[in-house]
C-alpha cells in the first residue's frame, strides 16, 4: 500500500520562504512521480510542479516558475517543495500525490500536473501566507 505524508506548512509573511516534505512508502520500484497540487478556499486543486524519482525530472506550473523548486532524495524516498518569494496568492492546502510512470512498448510517460493521473494522495498540509 502506497502512503506519502507531507509536513512543513505553516504561516510565513510574504516574500518569505517554506520547505514543504512529502516522503512515500510502498512504491515496489522507482519510476514513479511524485507531484505538488494545492487547494486554495474557493477555488480548485491546481498542479505546482512534479519530479520523476528515477532521474529527477521536473515541471512547474507558470505560476510558480522561477519562486519555487522542486527536489528529491531517493534513498529517503522524499521530495521536498522549496517555496520562495511567496505572495498571499499562494495560501492553500498543499497536497502531494504519486504515482508510476505510464508505459507504451518501450515509451513512457511521466505524469503530469493533472489530478486524474495520481491514485495516491496525502493528507495535505496548510500554507498560509500573510501580507
Known amino acids: 500500500e502506497v502512503q506519502l505524508v507531507e509536513s512543513g506548512g505553516g504561516l510565513v509573511q510574504a516574500g518569505g520562504s517554506l520547505r514543504l516534505s512529502c516522503t512515500a512508502t510502498?512504491?515496489?520500484?522507482?519510476?514513479?512521480?511524485i507531484a505538488w497540487f494545492r487547494q486554495a478556499p474557493g477555488k480548485e486543486r491546481e498542479g505546482v510542479s512534479r519530479?520523476?524519482?528515477?532521474?529527477?525530472?521536473?515541471y512547474y506550473a507558470t505560476s510558480v516558475k522561477g519562486r519555487f523548486t522542486i527536489s528529491r532524495d531517493s534513498a529517503k524516498n522524499t521530495v521536498y517543495l522549496e517555496m520562495n518569494s511567496l505572495k498571499p496568492e499562494d495560501t492553500a492546502v498543499y497536497y502531494c500525490?504519486?504515482?508510476?510512470?505510464?508505459?507504451?512498448?518501450?515509451?513512457?510517460?511521466?505524469?503530469?500536473?493533472?489530478?486524474?493521473?495520481?491514485?495516491?494522495w496525502g493528507q495535505g498540509t496548510q500554507v498560509t501566507v500573510s501580507s
Open positions: 510502498g512504491f515496489a520500484r522507482v519510476d514513479y512521480a
Open positions: 500525490a504519486a504515482d508510476y510512470y505510464r508505459f507504451m512498448g518501450t515509451q513512457r510517460r511521466i505524469p503530469m500536473l493533472e489530478e486524474y493521473e495520481y491514485n495516491n
Open positions: 519530479i520523476s524519482m528515477s532521474d529527477g525530472l521536473t
